[in-house]
């Protein structure tokens, strides 16, 4: 048998059913090659080992140049399928709809309007943050129960030495760097996603949008941020909201208070429309001197207020929808019907 005839048979397979009458040929149960093995017994013993070494060699070579024709042969059938299967994937553009913002997206931009009408800067700062910043820097000490107020998201420890990081619960968390960053007199707002490790359910979820004000001057008091509040309020709400103020306890504010908002609820299939219950809408104070101090500030010089609302609530009574969820859970006949 001739090793460079079958090789050069080898080299004129194109495809699977060629390839498969030369395996017949060659290397299958009558192949050729067999015959000659068999011819092996009737030599010498001399001979044997010569025949036996230079038939292996032969086998060897050609299964070899097989199993790469057979892997050349498998890939151009894949290739020559990949052509046929071609989809178009491109758009009709007729079917493409007109899109709108999130609704989460499109309050947080009114917000950041309204905010620059009044003259606030807007810092994002960081989703990631040191836990002195989301904690001590706004007077809740690291040994403090108060660091339970938030079910926080750590992040894994790096080193011993290391501040550790965790996800802000609040973006009263950069406050410290903005002091430092824009000094005082302050007007700023933080708008941003948070973390908290809480149930989700119709009006919490794990990450939530959240806008935090802050204002620092000489002189600030509670009958400013009435003011500032009821302006903000009604010109992100468009419709009427029975709110209410009650005092409430935060370790950064003396006083503390918390306002609760209840708002028509409007049912998308029938338009008609229902009360809520009460929702805590944003949480406020006016700054703690303990905090003031902590920033460098002197509390006898300066005073400020500070909230934060959520944004997802407040989209929730801007636009009547009773589950915030409904924002995120990409359901196209809800956002369809805005
Ligand atoms: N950071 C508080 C929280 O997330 C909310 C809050 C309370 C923000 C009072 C404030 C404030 O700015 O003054 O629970």
């Known amino acids: 048998m001739d090793l460079q005839q079958a090789l050069s048979e080898l080299n004129l397979v194109k495809d699977k059913s060629n390839l498969e009458s030369f395996f017949q040929k060659y290397l299958g149960k009558k192949w050729l090659l067999n015959e000659e093995f068999s011819k092996i017994k009737d030599a010498s013993i001399e001979e044997k080992k010569v025949l036996w070494a230079k038939l292996s060699e032969i086998k060897n070579k050609l299964s070899e140049e097989y199993s790469q024709k057979e892997a050349e042969i498998s890939i151009m059938e894949i290739n020559e399928q990949l052509k046929k299967d071609i989809v178009d994937i491109s758009v009709n553009p007729k079917k493409y709809e007109w899109w709108h913002f999130n609704l989460l997206a499109k309050t947080r931009r009114d917000l950041e309007k309204i905010a620059s009408n009044m003259w606030f800067i807007i810092d994002y700062g960081h989703e ?26 750590y992040l894994q420890e790096q080193s011993p030495d290391w501040e550790n990081f965790v996800f802000r619960t609040h973006n009263s968390a950069h406050q410290v760097q903005d002091i430092q960053k824009y000094w005082v007199p302050l007007k700023l707002v933080s708008p941003g996603r948070c973390y908290r490790f809480d149930d989700m359910d119709a009006t919490h979820d794990v990450m939530f949008q959240y806008i935090e004000w802050i204002y620092i001057d000489k002189n600030v008091s509670i009958a400013h941020f009435k003011n500032y509040i009821s302006t903000l309020l009604s010109a992100i709400i468009w419709r009427t909201v029975e709110t209410r103020i009650r005092p409430c306890h935060f370790p950064f ?37 303990n905090v003031l101090k902590e920033w460098w500030v002197d509390p006898e010089q300066r005073s400020g207020f500070a909230f934060g609302i959520g944004i997802s609530r407040l989209a929730a009574i801007r636009y009547g929808i009773k589950d915030i969820r409904y924002f995120t859970n990409g359901d196209l006949r809800f956002i369809k019907s805005f």
């Open 253 to 289: 504010v003396e006083p503390g208070f918390e306002i609760d908002a209840r708002y028509e609820i409007i049912d998308p299939k029938t338009w008609e429309t229902s009360k809520s219950k009460r929702i805590e809408l944003l949480w406020a104070g006016m700054i703690h001197p």
């Open 128 to 153: 990631v943050v040191t836990k002195y910043e989301n904690f001590a820097s706004v007077n809740i000490p690291l040994s403090h129960p108060a660091t339970e107020m938030h079910d926080t998201i």
